[in-house]
């Protein structure tokens, strides 16, 4: 979508807040069209690197790099962010909340709706337009407020722990369909999560945060085979082996926050 393929990259960034670091010299790279997923324990900044990157919030230090952009203006035009809670407007169907990021790209609201609407189908919300969040499920919501991140156009995701307050059969299921629309249309995104098999599935590599501050403990890289379910991967010995080394690497990072990255 960009003309300048390269990506998402941090060097050395560090955001405090009152004196305090969130984040703290963190280094990471995205290439284009991959996913990288960001796990850690609550309250070790995965929100705060995301706004970070979305150019909705500045480092204190470093510079964060969105497809050749820098400045926080023009990374914020190429990110799309879905924040940590869905905020799904209540008074509005489904449809109409899926349509809102076209109408903020300045679409009317008719052409906007008239765009989203074939999506329902292929995100599992066939015959769910014309309901108002409260009267979809958890799921739903979630796929809903994806929808309108997924549809601004925008060539980055940045996704906040989007299937936290899903219950675990309903997650396993957001997961799946997830990754399967990401592997039939490939975006650059960085996923946050205290989900470890989230992680894992939905990552092509996970960052590991320590918490306190944030600081990259150990970065994974995954290889998995594509066209399996999650089911069937989740019981290949590379994932267990995965989740292993991901659990080693977080309990680590919460006994010891200080360890250098450039150590590991
Ligand atoms: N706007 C803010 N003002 C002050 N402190 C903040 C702000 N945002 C986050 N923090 C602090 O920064 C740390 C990281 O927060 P956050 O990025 O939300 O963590 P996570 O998303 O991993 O749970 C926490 O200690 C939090 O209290
Ligand atoms: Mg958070």
Redesign the pocket.
Known sequence: MSGEDQGIRLVGVTRR??G?A??ERVDLAVPPGRRLAVV??????????L?LISGLDEPDEGVIDVLGATGPAARLARCALMP?RDLLLPWRSALANAAVSLENRGMSRRAARAAVRPLFARFGLAGAEDFLPRQLSGGMRQRVAFLRTFVAGKEVLLL?EPFGALDAITRAEAQEWLRATLEAEPRTVVL?THDVEEALLLGHEVVV?AA?P?RVAARVAVDLPAARSRRELLATAEFVGLRDEVLAALEQGSSAPSVEPERL
């Open positions: 807040y009152g305090v969130a984040v850690g324990p609550s309250g070790c900044g995965k929100s705060t690197l706004g940590q906040d946050v945060l306190r944030g």
